[in-house]
């Protein structure tokens, strides 16, 4: 008979193994039991350590809603989902990168002219954002829709703060144009802490960690026949660049944002100078299995 | 500037431990984030897979409440409550061996004279428990505390039950005697499932594993100048004993119960035959800082 031993813990739960019909799962169980008792072997936890981490675990779980996902937040600040992302869009050359999608994504905001403002409180510094939505053969893509969205001025999205901004504030849909290129008129994004208000936040603040991010703007460009894209626009010069508290800049997303202080070049817009200006060119790849 | 990369993925979250004050949460850290880094790259998850990971997680912390602990249950079907409890309480030689404490411990059962019968609607076949209280020296401890709880012959602990068992059924408290010695009367263990209707019983489920445990008495046995040990009475013979679905069984720990048919044996317990009697010593070993 064999019965469990520290040296032998490992073998133990993997011998179990042997019944599992789902070759998948065995694999990801059979790496997830290794590093699990790896890690536990490693660091000895005392009992009273267990039962802090079956607490942060639980508590983890326990603050999620409709609302909010605070394990997405933990894999998010562990640098775990840009490393899921990265892996699963490892880039083609001259594609667009991929970044996190994060949790304030809403799906079927309104499709909206291009050039349309989709500040609908009018609170923030104008900005303009345009560019051209092309393959990786520097074709222009017409008809590309993309989906943007951001935080406000004072750095939370329109779902964190029902009854304060107006519904779908800071969200729209585009198509670009015959040759590809795209404009809406929106505000200069700011950087903003994630919420720090449960388990992530106080894990964060035990680490030493700030809970910033750098300034965006989200972006999920897509077209028939290309690889969809999920994407920031990063404001050059903010000072969370490099400490992203998810890790989801890449250096090719960061642009210039320019101040522009003539009132004439802000009539066409439609807002009142000094306004920010920016473009950004999204590259889409052809997409794995084209559509037939 | 540096940014993330899949390569450097590891590394750049590390970074970030930079600041922490905390040298054990540094540790712990370091060790957690190179193994979740070491898995993702191994199992190289879809994005519908670590969404489902995501969920799972979040389904074990939603499902816990005052009465149930899920993730104390995934920690005890992957092996790591065994192996916490092990490192923590590495065996001195003589001395009774620990097991999991698991969720349905409650404190403060009520202190009982010597031979009371914890089981207290009737149900179930009889049982006769007795051993003794030692050092590991051999010498009696007088007046140490043995906390025994079990489920009911249905295979429930009475909090599972509450209206149908009546409350604190099957838990009691009892001091040894002079010489060591200890008895009481329960009823025979059964094995049984473990909860099956959350997030870990459909994990076992897809791993092809039962949720059986074997059947045992719970108990916890302390005394003054002496290391509390928290462990199990297992019985020989069970047919779960090397498949546990939470490892907790050591072979120290397996013992006969034995039936007697002879209702002469059966009176002075207060019981009728057939009854079955187990015996355990208990062997504690000295606190590691002897009480002044």
């Known amino acids: 008979m064999s019965f469990f031993t520290e040296a032998g813990s490992e073998a133990a739960v993997l011998a179990r193994l042997a019944e599992c019909r789902n070759p998948r799962l065995t694999q990801v169980m059979t790496s997830a039991v290794h590093h699990l008792h790896a890690f536990v072997k490693e660091v000895e936890p005392s009992m009273e350590e267990w039962m802090q981490a079956i607490q942060f675990l639980t508590r983890t779980g326990q603050i ?19 490393l899921v992302e990265t892996i699963n869009h490892r ?11 994060g949790p304030f ?14 500040c ?22 017409a ?3 993309l989906d943007v969205w951001q ?17 779908g504030n800071l969200r729209g849909r585009f198509h670009s144009a015959a040759d590809g290129s795209y404009w809406f008129v929106t505000v200069k994004p700011c950087s903003y802490p994630i919420p720090t208000d449960g388990p992530v936040g106080a894990l964060l603040a035990g680490m030493g960690r700030h809970p910033y991010r750098p300034a965006h703007i989200h972006l999920i460009a897509s077209a028939e026949g290309f690889e969809p894209v999920t994407t920031h626009i990063f404001v050059k010069g903010d000072p969370y660049l490099e400490s992203d508290a998810v890790f989801g800049v890449k250096e090719s997303l960061i642009r210039e944002f320019v101040e522009v202080a003539d009132p004439a ?28």
């Open 265 to 292: 070049a802000a009539a066409p817009w439609g807002v009142t100078a000094p306004f920010w200006t920016t473009e950004f060119d999204v590259r889409l790849k052809p997409a794995a299995a084209p559509a037939s």
């Open 105 to 118: 994504h809403v799906t079927g905001a309104p499709v909206l002219p291009l050039g349309s403002n989709i």
């Open 120 to 141: 609908r409180d009018g609170k923030g510094a104008p900005c303009v954002v345009r560019g051209r939505v092309l393959g990786v053969d520097g074709q222009p893509i």
């Open 143 to 145: 008809g590309a829709l």
């Open 151 to 167: 935080t406000s001025e004072d750095g939370f999205y329109d779902i964190q703060q029902p009854g304060i901004q107006p519904e």
């Open 91 to 101: 880039a083609t050359a001259g594609a667009t990168e991929q970044t996190v999608l």
């Open 64 to 82: 999620c809603d409709d609302k909010r996902q605070e394990w997405i937040l933990l894999s998010d600040t562990l640098g775990v989902s840009m």
